[in-house]
């Protein structure tokens, strides 16, 4: 009897001792709740954390940045957020005082642009004072924000550095074929039709990597308005340079993009729509272009066929299964 208590004894004492072990190798890791004021910015984070965290998005596809109010709920994502990233340089104008005050409750706050040179940025003449925050439109600028969200999230969760080291790596190489892709489709566009006229100026940062003059109805900012003396000006551009297309956005009415058209149709000069453009938020969820890299793909091919140039059926994925 004495050898049989004894032996219990031992089979449990074994037992805790390796659960024990178990429990020390293999601990258990929480996920980190991640926050994203726009799409680009929540989809460059989800590729470099994987699955070591949750990431939400605060603004969803067709949703305007410049005049996103948050609402009682997103407060609520933001209080209780390991890490928030937002774009900066004014983007979320109207999310600043949220943004404050998640900081000053010491929330990870960080503005994915804030490595970005000052020389590189550009500070268009009606928005003096102020950079323009469309930088996602360069995707060799918006490297540099995949950089920022690696260097918060290994400082925030060291054990898992590696991991996030590999990630970035494996998609900074998906976002320099894109950038390739770009250069090589945008190039097939003649000069003289170089000219990208569009609902706003979000794609002065594109222009400038790909070599296009980019012409917005309205400002940087959609709070701007169009007057009539802006799309009389713009309607002698189309007519005199013999520009083919114009562009819509997913996030800005048509209204001045229809005023255009119809002004140079007066003057005796036919301009299409060239495709809709992804500006200010991406794609629907689940769908390629609602992907940073898809969103960027559908703009570059949506341009150089609206533009006269030459894209491969698919785009990118198209060039890529060739």
Same mark, same amino acid.
């Given at each position: 009897?004495?050898?049989?208590?004894?032996?219990?004894?031992?089979?449990?004492?074994?037992?805790?001792?390796?659960?024990?072990?178990?429990?020390?190798?293999?601990?258990?890791?929480?996920?980190?709740?991640?926050?994203?004021?726009?799409?680009?910015?929540?989809?460059?984070?989800?590729?470099?954390?994987?699955?070591?965290?949750?990431?939400?998005?605060?603004?969803?596809?067709?949703?305007?940045?410049?005049?996103?109010?948050?609402?009682? $709920?997103?407060?609520? +994502?933001?209080?209780?957020?390991?890490? &928030?990233?937002?774009?900066?340089? =004014? @983007? !979320?104008?109207?999310?600043?005082?949220?943004?404050?005050?998640?900081? $000053?409750?010491?929330? +990870?706050?960080?503005?994915?642009?804030? &490595?970005?040179?000052?020389?590189? =940025? @550009? !500070?268009?003449?009606?928005?003096?004072?102020?950079?323009?925050?469309?930088?996602?439109?360069?995707?060799?600028?918006?490297?540099?924000?995949?950089?920022?969200?690696?260097?918060? @999230?290994?400082?925030?969760?060291?054990?898992?550095?590696?991991?996030?080291?590999?990630?970035?790596?494996?998609?900074?190489?998906?976002?320099?074929?894109?950038?390739?892709?770009?250069?090589?489709?945008?190039?097939?566009?003649?000069?003289?039709?170089?000219?990208?006229?569009?609902?706003?100026?979000?794609?002065?940062?594109?222009?400038?990597?790909?070599?296009?003059?980019?012409?917005?109805?309205?400002?940087?900012?959609?709070?701007?308005?169009?007057?009539?003396?802006?799309?009389?000006?713009?309607?002698?551009?189309?007519?005199?340079?013999?520009?083919?297309?114009?562009?819509?956005?997913?996030?800005?009415?048509?209204?001045?993009?229809?005023?255009?058209?119809?002004?140079?149709?007066?003057?005796?000069?036919?301009?299409?729509?060239?495709?809709?453009?992804?500006?200010?938020?991406?794609?629907?969820?689940?769908?390629?272009?609602?992907?940073?890299?898809?969103?960027?793909?559908?703009?570059?091919?949506?341009?150089?066929?609206?533009?006269?140039?030459?894209?491969?059926?698919?785009?990118?994925?198209?060039?890529?299964?060739?």
């Amino acid at each position: 009897m004495k050898i049989t208590r004894m032996f219990h004894f031992v089979f449990i004492l074994a037992s805790l001792l390796l659960a024990g072990c178990q429990s020390e190798s293999q601990p258990e890791t929480r996920r980190s709740n991640i926050v994203a004021t726009v799409g680009m910015i929540a989809d460059i984070t989800r590729n470099v954390a994987g699955d070591h965290a949750d990431v939400t998005n605060l603004m969803g596809s067709g949703v305007d940045p410049h005049l996103y109010k948050p609402t009682r $709920s997103d407060v609520q +994502k933001l209080m209780s957020a390991d890490v &928030i990233f937002y774009n900066g340089l =004014l @983007l !979320e104008g109207k999310m600043t005082d949220s943004l404050v005050r998640a900081a $000053s409750s010491g929330k +990870k706050v960080h503005a994915v642009t804030e &490595i970005l040179e000052q020389s590189y =940025l @550009l !500070e268009p003449d009606e928005f003096e004072g102020h950079f323009d925050p469309h930088v996602w439109m360069d995707p060799s600028a918006w490297m540099k924000a995949v950089e920022v969200v690696k260097s918060k @999230l290994i400082e925030f969760d060291p054990q898992n550095a590696v991991k996030y080291e590999h990630n970035t790596d494996a998609y900074l190489r998906q976002l320099e074929s894109l950038d390739q892709y770009a250069e090589e489709v945008l190039g097939s566009v003649s000069q003289q039709q170089r000219v990208l006229v569009t609902a706003h100026d979000a794609f002065n940062y594109f222009g400038q990597r790909y070599g296009f003059e980019v012409v917005g109805i309205q400002g940087i900012s959609t709070e701007s308005e169009a007057g009539v003396r802006d799309i009389e000006r713009l309607v002698n551009l189309l007519v005199d340079r013999e520009i083919s297309a114009v562009f819509v956005e997913s996030t800005v009415s048509e209204r001045n993009i229809n005023a255009l058209i119809a002004g140079a149709k007066a003057r005796g000069h036919e301009v299409m729509i060239g495709g809709e453009l992804f500006s200010d938020a991406m794609g629907d969820q689940g769908t390629y272009e609602g992907t940073y890299i898809g969103m960027i793909d559908h703009n570059v091919t949506t341009i150089a066929r609206g533009l006269g140039g030459q894209a491969p059926e698919r785009g990118l994925n198209g060039k890529l299964a060739e």
